[in-house]
């Protein structure tokens, strides 16, 4: 049987036969995508792919405790299990025992689509944006503009099935738009982005209007120096901040006094109060328009996921509550290890922060300050503090008594997410945000954007 006409389900379960380890586990991954790219106003290129990724978890218990071997395959078929799961047993006897080891999860409800064939995405989910985008090239012809850039949609279908009895699914849908305007000259640019399960709540055309308008307060160029700066961070700008202090949120690491969580003298700072203002970041698995697994999915162990933990359910929670640091993210190793509640991370972020204006309206707020419109080239510079380093790009524009006056270079910044939360003096309504540099990675995430009063722009940047 070929990889298009056996099932996932039952690759699954021909797995689990073949296996002759103490426990096993089995994920397979059924993905497809569509897509179109544009540039100079044109379709360029469009397509759609599928695919399958088979990860085999066996676990061996010994003497001195359970080790585990864990495999992953592509466009695996049914001829190619058997040397998969030996593969992976292979790697489990051979290896010491796992630091992480848990008893398999057990006694989760079967999913009651298991057995159906996987959900597919086609290029029919650009029927209505296609159009639309058509219309934007049109309109941004005519007021001398060139747009740029891609549309995805991504459907995978996970099934997870273990020696313990689970038989698990989940299809997770998601999308992304990028969008960048330049002027014919290629002297200013400036970009949109957003996420999206469907492409039913996109408008290119309101986007083209957005980037339109920050290419008109480009028209101006004011030089500034290096500097700390009132700043506001737009959604997406925040949400690539918080989404690698979550990463960073590992309690075990905390717990052993690496990270800008970790207590001094011992232990963590869960419980301390990090922002005065009201914010609660969260993540749900069920949240409106964010939804991501409600159970554990991992294919490799670290200090923030176990292999073991598959399938174990995942609940809302909450790691700031009210600006006070409430959970780090927990395994059930870690948690046992720690003491604290196991928490394991979801696959979406929200910041709630109780505010109600716009960017538009913070703007209009501000005597003076920068308005950044993303950040790239995020890297770690001390994880004791969680001191980020990055670059502004497609567009840094200055705002005085409450008007944009005009673009100004870029700037390389030094800040932590976890003192820019202790800083920030307002945060606006909180709004579905595309992260621009994890966007590849995570894409479900709601932010408001942030006033930070001394945003530390520590350099001058030639980049875009």
């Not at 709540?201 to 083209?208: E, I, N, S």
């Not at 749900?284 to 670290?302: N, T």
């Not at 009210?322 to 696959?347: C, F, I, N, Q, W």
Request: charged share 25%; glycine share 10%.
């Amino acid at each position: 049987m070929s990889a298009r006409t056996t099932r996932p389900h039952e690759i699954v379960e021909r797995a689990l036969e073949l296996s002759t380890a103490d426990g096993c586990v089995v994920i397979a991954d059924e993905q497809s995508s569509a897509n179109l790219r544009w540039a100079g106003n044109a379709l360029t290129t469009n397509g759609v792919t599928r695919g399958r990724t088979l990860t085999v978890v066996a676990t061996v218990d010994g003497s001195e405790g359970t080790a585990s071997g864990v495999v992953s395959r592509s466009a695996v078929t049914s001829e190619d299990l058997r040397a998969l799961v030996r593969a992976a047993e292979d790697a489990a006897r051979g290896a010491g025992p796992a630091e992480d080891a848990q008893p398999l999860v057990s006694g989760v409800p079967a999913s009651p689509d298991f057995t159906d064939a996987p959900a597919e995405t086609t290029s029919a989910v650009f029927t209505d944006f296609a159009p639309a985008l058509g219309e934007a090239f049109a309109r941004a012809r005519a007021g001398g503009r060139e747009l740029y850039g891609f549309a995805n949609h991504e459907l995978t279908s996970t099934y997870i099935g273990t020696s313990t009895g689970l038989r698990l699914r989940h299809d997770q849908p998601g999308g992304t738009l990028e969008l960048n305007a330049k002027s014919p000259d290629r002297s200013r640019s400036a970009w949109a982005g957003r996420s999206t399960r469907d492409f039913k709540d996109v408008d290119p055309g309101a986007l083209d209007a957005e980037l339109a308008r920050r290419l008109g307060w480009a028209e101006r160029r004011i030089e500034l120096p290096a500097g700390r700066y009132e700043t506001l961070l737009p959604p997406t700008a925040v949400a690539d901040l918080l989404i690698y202090q979550l990463w960073s949120s590992a309690a075990r690491d905390a717990a052993e006094g690496r990270t800008v969580f970790s207590r001094p003298g011992g232990g963590t700072r869960v419980g301390e109060r990090l922002s005065p203002l009201p914010l609660t970041l969260r993540s749900d698995p069920h949240e409106p328009g964010l939804e991501s697994a409600p159970f554990v999915i991992a294919h490799s162990s670290g200090d923030d996921a176990s292999v073991f933990d598959n399938g174990l359910p995942l609940a809302p929670t909450e790691w700031v509550r009210d600006g006070k640091l409430e959970r780090l993210v927990t395994t059930r190793h870690s948690a046992a290890l720690t003491g604290l509640p196991v928490a394991p991370g979801a696959d979406n972020l929200i910041l709630d922060a109780g505010g109600e204006r716009s960017l538009e309206e913070m703007v209009a707020s501000t005597e003076r300050g920068l308005l950044l419109t993303c950040l790239w080239y995020i890297r770690e510079v001390d994880p004791a503090t969680l001191l980020l380093t990055g670059l502004t790009r497609d567009g840094v524009y200055l705002v005085e008594h409450g008007e944009v006056v005009g673009e100004v270079n870029n700037f390389r910044f030094n800040e932590s997410p976890v003192g820019l939360l202790g800083r920030a003096s307002e945060a606006g309504r909180t709004e579905k945000t595309l992260p621009r540099e994890w966007g590849d990675w995570f894409t479900r995430a709601a932010m408001p954007a942030l006033r930070v009063p001394d945003f530390n722009m520590s350099s001058v940047s030639k980049g875009v």
